[in-house]
């Protein structure tokens, strides 16, 4: 993003200018001012005398999404996500200042192929402003629960698919020095386009592991999803991450939300192909409730994964395959985890 003058950090006190909203000598953020947006950015508006909107493509809370193109580059498709202080309280207006900050924060500092790409952040008197590339697509939540609707589960070759690009992208996180944990992962931050990719969404409780810290500062997370320790018993360590992707994989394949009973599973199984069985005993472990019972990390997890994946494929390729005189009951008969779910099932206790 050009920035419209010359900046002076406040952390630094160095003055910016030019193609980044970093600071060129100490790497803070560095956001410029904008003259006040007085009115909703409305459909052909032109924001910042550079962005023209398109539509709003969504709203929540405090903050609203809008769809632009990039009239300085090439009329790129871009979103605009607006925060808007003006309604809030002092101390909600505290919360939302650090939320956007850190979201800034952290992706400014990321490239990965399942994170959104930022192209710039700025502000007025009662907004903040973060440009990001537009993803086409919905949020995973809404997707399962289009399925649901129609009384079907993602097949699981798509779950294994998701699980192993949420693996990748835990997996650069966590090697980040220090390490960063998402702390938030669940459905409703998960975009996917319809060419089945994902991107991780809000980074607005992402922190860095610090070692020797006895616990969180403040308890954030969501629930049904966030490990134990995220209630301010300990410090979050990448070890939330795995039980967040163990409660997220659990949903996917059960179609149970995990916010309406926290902290319990019931356990699945496949019935059908033994060498899949494992694949529920990962779930399980990875959402145990001591730390210290959980895989240790995001690697061996995408490992297990890819060896599950590995072996369903091979399976599928050798799928035994009917003749003209077999009716579709009788091969979903013989075969039931060819159908769509995978021949997972959950457990009754």
């Known amino acids: 993003m050009v920035l419209p003058v010359s900046v002076r950090c406040s952390v630094c006190g160095d003055m910016n200018s030019g193609v ?68 809030l309280d002092l101390q909600a207006a505290l919360d939302a200042t650090d939320t956007f900050y850190r979201e800034v924060s952290f992706l400014s500092r990321l490239t990965h192929t399942n994170l959104p790409r930022i192209y710039g952040a700025c502000r007025d008197s009662k907004h903040f402003y973060l440009i990001m590339n537009f993803i086409a697509g919905e949020t995973l939540e809404a997707y399962q629960n289009r399925l649901l609707m129609q009384k079907t589960l993602l097949p699981l070759s798509e779950v294994l698919s998701i699980g192993l690009q949420l693996c990748a992208v835990l997996e650069y996180l966590h090697a980040q020095e220090p390490p960063i944990v998402f702390r938030d992962l669940k459905p409703a931050n998960i975009m996917r386009t319809p060419q089945r990719r994902l991107f991780l969404i809000d980074f607005g409780i992402a922190r860095h592991f610090r070692p020797g810290q006895a616990r969180d500062t403040i308890a954030l997370g969501s629930l049904g999803y966030a490990a134990p320790e995220q209630y301010g018993k300990t410090q979050t360590t990448p070890l939330a991450d795995i039980y967040s992707l163990g409660a997220v994989l659990h949903q996917l394949l059960s179609g149970n939300d995990p916010s309406e009973a926290p902290f319990r599973f019931a356990p699945l199984s496949i019935d059908s192909l033994s060498s899949l069985s494992r694949l529920g005993a990962l779930i399980a472990q990875m959402v145990e409730m001591e730390m210290d019972k959980r895989p240790t990390s995001i690697t061996l997890i995408r490992q297990e994964l890819q060896y599950i994946a590995n072996v369903w494929k091979a399976a599928m390729l050798n799928f035994w395959r009917p003749g003209p005189e077999h009716t579709s009951s009788q091969v979903i008969g013989r075969n039931s985890y060819a159908s769509g779910y995978g021949g997972l099932n959950q457990q009754k206790n």
Do not use: H, W
């Open 20 to 87: 980044t909203f970093l600071c060129q000598s100490c790497n803070n953020l560095v956001l410029p001012d904008i003259p006040d947006v007085l009115d909703p950015l409305l459909p052909n508006s032109l924001f910042n005398q550079r962005y023209l909107i398109a539509e709003q493509v969504g709203s929540g809370g405090f903050a609203a999404v809008y769809k632009a193109v990039d009239t300085q580059m090439d009329n790129r498709q871009v979103a605009i996500k607006e925060i808007n202080l003006s309604k």
